[in-house]
């Protein structure tokens, strides 16, 4: 079963540019809709407006609020999202088709957006 | 001589974000302002405004015009830039640390950006 949110969710992710080495998504909802399950390569998150959500995987969640123009790391994952706030969440998703070197990442990478 | 626009050309490009396999860099100027000489690693720029720039290189140059929104490539490569319309530029670069490998990039990228 595909976990390409392009895929999984195509109402909310549309594939904006696309080549060998990258690809970009838009991510578009509205208060209270959210995504199935889904899955990420290593992908630089950038906020196109404020927004707040709920972030779930595996029996555990984190709460993110972001403000228009925040460049964030989103590491390789599986989750699901849902919009927790009251304002339209808009977000650019830059996708890195390499995989990462093994020593240069976590075990366990961080679930949602993190600052590094 | 160091070619990083976010040396060259402090009052313009902004480092945002930056870890390991990304550097995320804000661009902006104004009608006439424009880059000293400056280098890019392969890098998605997105653009936040709509513009019109001249971008020049060893004698040649392009002009392009984006609107707000648009995603697109830009292959390493060393140029300056003119803000040549009537609009604020504004745009995200997200800069890929790993070099492509040696099989996926033509010889001579295209000057300025492109669509795939």
Do not use: C
Not at 34 to 47: E, F, I, K, R, V
């Amino acid at each position: 079963m595909t976990r390409d949110p392009a895929k999984t969710d195509p109402d909310h992710y549309t594939v904006v540019f696309e080549n060998d080495r990258v690809r970009v998504l838009e991510y578009k909802d509205k208060p209270g809709e959210g995504t199935s399950w889904h899955a990420h390569p290593d992908s630089l998150m950038y906020t196109l407006s404020a927004f707040r959500r709920r972030i779930l995987a595996d029996g555990r969640h984190v709460d993110v609020e972001l403000q228009a123009g925040q460049a964030r790391w989103v590491s390789a994952q599986e989750h699901s999202g849902q919009n927790t706030g009251d304002t339209d969440s808009y977000a650019l998703f830059v996708e890195l088709k390499e995989p990462a070197a093994a020593s240069s990442r976590a075990a366990r990478a961080p679930l949602g957006p993190s600052e590094s």
